[in-house]
């Protein structure tokens, strides 16, 4: 990892991770920590060694030409940031990578190594799974945290699957060991539209940062994406039959487990973003 001289001080800071791969249908997760980080405007602060982590043949470096036509050459890396986000009194230090391909117990050592150093009390980590669900409804995200103590508080469980992980598993179980709270949140990409990228993914997971974070994020176009992303896939789905009919039984399921107070639960969310965008937006209002 690059080091910095002094680790900036910063305020109560929590870590919100996501990395593109195996933990990352349609790239929502990784997205998501795209959309934060231009959000709040987030600064860079330390970038991890990709030699240590990365298979070249695998991962790939990127040639780029800018319009003044100078080539210049991205390795791939997990570089870390820090984002300062109005009217809101903690840091947050965002992670954005790549699923490594070696030594991942070193990669999680100096994830977490680094989370201490800047005394960090709490990470969440991002992932998406392809799912059988249907893309005209809201996405599910799930959620699982570490602390029996919070979960009630944030609607969250803790952790049963048993079975194959990826790298944000895995960081979620060290962070025990570093003496770390985590939350886990994964939302649900419909399996027949893997390609990236899914926007409406990516929104729900936002949305439930804000509600983990009791923090307004600024949605900018993500909103509008998501809205043309299910149209577009409406349009595909009406041109194959099997398709369409496919989609509403997934339909036809997910409307029969829909409990009312499910229903309720999410509008009295949606109900209190609304109070805090309201709040960010015009700090004078009560």
């Known amino acids: 990892m690059s080091q910095l001289d002094d680790l900036p001080a910063l305020v109560d ?6 990395f593109e791969g195996w933990n990352d249908a349609g790239d929502s997760a ?7 980080r231009q959000v709040w405007d987030a600064q860079p602060l330390v970038e991890m060694d990709s030699e ?8 790939r470096p990127h040639v780029s030409i800018d319009e003044t036509g100078v080539q210049s050459l991205e390795w791939p890396a997990t570089r870390i940031f820090v984002a300062r986000p109005p009217l809101f009194p903690r840091d947050i230090v965002l992670v954005q990578g790549i699923e490594p391909n070696m030594k991942w117990q070193q990669f ?12 960090v009390s709490t990470v969440v980590t991002l992932g998406a799974l392809l799912s059988d669900i249907p893309h005209t409804r809201p996405v599910p995200v799930t959620g699982t945290c570490s602390d029996p103590t919070l979960g009630p508080e944030l609607g ?10 990826g790298i944000v598993g895995v960081i979620q179980e060290a962070c025990t060991r ?8 994964w939302a649900a990409v419909p399996h027949y539209v893997a390609q990236p990228p899914c926007p409406k993914a990516t929104l729900a997971l936002i949305r439930r940062i804000e509600d983990i974070l009791d923090v307004p994020v600024p949605l900018g176009d993500l909103v509008e994406e ?21 989609v509403k039984q997934l339909e036809e399921a997910r409307d029969a487990t829909d409990l009312p107070e499910a229903s309720g ?3 009295a969310r949606e109900f209190e973003r609304y109070l805090r965008r309201r709040g960010a937006d015009d700090p004078k209002q009560p």
């Open 13 to 18: 800071p929590v870590m919100v991770a996501a």
């Open 30 to 36: 990784s997205d998501a920590v795209e959309h934060l």
């Open 52 to 59: 240590e982590y990365y298979d070249y043949q695998v991962n």
């Open 108 to 119: 999680v050592r100096e994830v977490l190594g680094l989370a201490t150093e800047l005394q």
């Open 156 to 165: 969250l469980e803790p952790s049963t699957y048993e079975g194959p992980t």
């Open 178 to 185: 570093f003496g770390l709270s985590s939350v886990s949140l």
């Open 226 to 246: 998501a809205r043309a992303w299910e149209i577009g896939v409406d349009e595909l789905a009406a041109e194959d039959d099997e398709v369409a009919d496919y």
């Open 265 to 267: 639960e999410a509008i």
